[in-house]
């Protein structure tokens, strides 16, 4: 029998997911919920928000479908997996316990504080006066976070007194990111270059992903303010097999064991960011699902059928899986609208997509469009336009000359990705 999987979410991920999961011969019939402008092409959209939890579990029942996978953050805090679990629906994600090492940064920094992995010294504040008098003795550089789920906004890396002092107030005083902002974790600055670790886990064993690297902040040569992420490559070859089975020793293997301690059995995908500091691997924050625009370069190079993966984390059978990759690197890059991340444009008619995915080793995803009669953009991160090579540079070239062929206006994207690795 073909199955019927429903895919939560409307980014990047969510399509890249959808398009690695159309080519298992085993589904019958993929839905996303609400999705975008490019995967109503693989799938069908339905008009149901993401974090609309009666309503998917509603619609679930009715069309008997198979597996659920939850792409976004939101869900997963709202307890998403715990209310298809209580109906006896088979859903590939953490629970709301699970996840909240991601909706929580003060659980997170706690955890492993505990748990004795390697992370920046932080402090944890509920009260403003503290906490300036805090960054104060402290000085700069220092890091403010708001504690809770911000849209990728709430972390703020002050070069000096005088940031710190306005990211506090913005998020203490002025509450911009409203309850997220309760409690704030201030931690010291971390130097080195970033990666992004991914486990497919089962709640007992785990398999790593490939390591991948991605760029937060929308100008090149890393400058301008934090994004959801701005473009990714995978594997990241300076990151050697030895490094990769320290960090599992080190970082994975133990969070997953003292989230099994607490009852908190993590089942689904553990994201951990780091930092490569000269004095070793440290967890800059916890993602408890898929990384976006990381997830766009995984499913070009996953080799393995998807779904057999995501059954085998929600069965608790991974042991028994081999998951494979193709050799060869993967590169995102992501076309935002201007002005993003702050305000911007939507509605804008988009060109060339077609001519873009001609290019050999190109495969386009979708993020903020949308289509009524006509694609337009509806979002921040537009595109991923995602590419594959025997090396890196093959792979960055062919991504890049795509992007050249997409119009919009106002478009912009870094011209610097994966430059670091090259
Ligand atoms: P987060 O949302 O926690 O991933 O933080 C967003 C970005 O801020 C990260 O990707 C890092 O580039 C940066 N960041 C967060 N914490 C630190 C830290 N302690 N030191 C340096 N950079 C940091
Ligand atoms: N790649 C950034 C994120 O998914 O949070």
């Given at each position: 029998?073909?199955?019927?999987?429903?895919?939560?979410?409307?980014?990047?991920?969510?399509?890249?997911?959808?398009?690695?999961?159309?080519?298992?011969?085993?589904?019958?019939?993929?839905?996303?919920?609400?999705?975008?402008?490019?995967?109503?092409?693989?799938?069908?959209?339905?008009?149901?928000?993401?974090?609309?939890?009666?309503?998917?579990?509603?619609?679930?029942?009715?069309?008997?479908?198979?597996?659920?996978?939850?792409?976004p953050d939101d869900p997963l805090a709202r307890?998403?997996?715990?209310?298809?679990?209580?109906?006896?629906?088979?859903?590939?994600?953490?629970?709301?316990?699970?996840?909240?090492?991601?909706?929580?940064?003060?659980?997170?920094?706690?955890?492993?504080?505990?748990?004795?992995?390697?992370?920046?010294?932080?402090?944890?504040?509920?009260e403003y006066d503290k906490a300036l008098a805090?960054?104060?003795?402290?000085?700069?550089?220092?890091?403010?976070?708001?504690?809770?789920?911000?849209?990728?906004?709430?972390?703020?890396?002050?070069?000096?007194?005088?940031?710190?002092?306005?990211?506090?107030?913005?998020?203490?005083?002025?509450?911009?990111?409203?309850?997220?902002?309760?409690?704030?974790?201030?931690?010291?600055?971390?130097?080195?270059?970033?990666?992004?670790?991914?486990?497919?886990?089962?709640?007992?064993?785990?398999?790593?992903?490939?390591?991948?690297?991605?760029?937060?902040?929308?100008?090149?040569?890393?400058?301008?303010?934090?994004?959801?992420?701005?473009?990714?490559?995978?594997?990241?070859?300076?990151?050697?097999?030895?490094?990769?089975?320290?960090?599992?020793?080190?970082?994975?293997?133990?969070?997953?064991?003292?989230?099994?301690?607490?009852?908190?059995?993590?089942?689904?995908?553990?994201?951990?960011?780091?930092?490569?500091?000269?004095?070793?691997?440290?967890?800059?924050?916890?993602?408890?699902?898929?990384?976006?625009?990381?997830?766009?370069?995984?499913?070009?190079?996953?080799?393995?059928?998807?779904?057999?993966?995501?059954?085998?984390?929600?069965?608790?059978?991974?042991?028994?899986?081999?998951?494979?990759?193709?050799?060869?690197?993967?590169?995102?890059?992501?076309?935002?609208?201007?002005?993003?991340?702050?305000?911007?444009?939507?509605?804008?008619?988009?060109?060339?997509?077609?001519?873009?995915?001609?290019?050999?080793?190109?495969?386009?995803?979708?993020?903020?469009?949308?289509?009524?009669?006509?694609?337009?953009?509806?979002?921040?991160?537009?595109?991923?336009?995602?590419?594959?090579?025997?090396?890196?540079?093959?792979?960055?070239?062919?991504?890049?000359?795509?992007?050249?062929?997409?119009?919009?206006?106002?478009?912009?994207?870094?011209?610097?990705?994966?430059?670091?690795?090259?």
């Amino acid at each position: 029998m073909k199955k019927k999987v429903l895919i939560i979410g409307s980014g990047g991920r969510e399509h890249a997911l959808a398009w690695k999961l159309s080519q298992s011969s085993q589904i019958g019939k993929l839905f996303v919920a609400p999705g975008n402008g490019g995967t109503r092409h693989i799938a069908e959209n339905i008009g149901i928000d993401a974090i609309n939890i009666d309503e998917l579990v509603l619609f679930t029942k009715s069309n008997e479908i198979d597996l659920t996978v939850v792409g976004p953050d939101d869900p997963l805090a709202r307890g998403i997996v715990d209310a298809f679990q209580a109906q006896g629906l088979r859903i590939f994600g953490p629970t709301r316990t699970a996840a909240e090492i991601e909706w929580s940064k003060a659980f997170a920094k706690n955890l492993m504080s505990e748990a004795g992995i390697p992370t920046a010294a932080f402090e944890i504040f509920n009260e403003y006066d503290k906490a300036l008098a805090h960054v104060r003795t402290r000085g700069a550089p220092i890091v403010v976070k708001a504690s809770g789920l911000a849209l990728g906004k709430g972390v703020y890396v002050c070069n000096t007194l005088a940031q710190a002092e306005t990211a506090l107030a913005e998020i203490m005083l002025d509450h911009v990111h409203k309850d997220a902002g309760k409690e704030v974790v201030i931690e010291e600055f971390l130097d080195g270059q970033e990666i992004s670790i991914h486990a497919f886990c089962d709640g007992k064993t785990h398999v790593l992903l490939p390591p991948a690297q991605d760029h937060k902040p929308i100008h090149d040569n890393d400058t301008g303010k934090n994004t959801g992420g701005m473009g990714t490559i995978a594997p990241v070859s300076w990151v050697s097999a030895h490094a990769l089975q320290d960090i599992d020793e080190h970082i994975v293997r133990p969070t997953l064991h003292a989230l099994a301690q607490r009852e908190r059995q993590f089942s689904g995908l553990l994201y951990p960011g780091l930092k490569m500091t000269t004095s070793g691997p440290k967890v800059v924050e916890f993602n408890a699902r898929f990384g976006d625009p990381e997830t766009q370069s995984y499913m070009r190079l996953l080799k393995t059928d998807l779904l057999d993966i995501l059954e085998a984390c929600v069965d608790g059978t991974l042991a028994k899986l081999t998951i494979e990759w193709h050799s060869g690197f993967a590169a995102c890059i992501v076309i935002a609208s201007g002005g993003y991340p702050d305000k911007y444009k939507k509605g804008l008619s988009l060109r060339g997509i077609t001519d873009a995915e001609h290019v050999p080793g190109v495969v386009v995803f979708h993020a903020g469009t949308t289509f009524d009669g006509e694609l337009k953009t509806s979002g921040g991160r537009v595109l991923g336009v995602t590419a594959i090579g025997n090396t890196l540079h093959d792979a960055l070239d062919r991504a890049y000359e795509a992007v050249e062929l997409i119009e919009f206006e106002g478009k912009q994207y870094r011209k610097d990705i994966g430059a670091k690795a090259l």
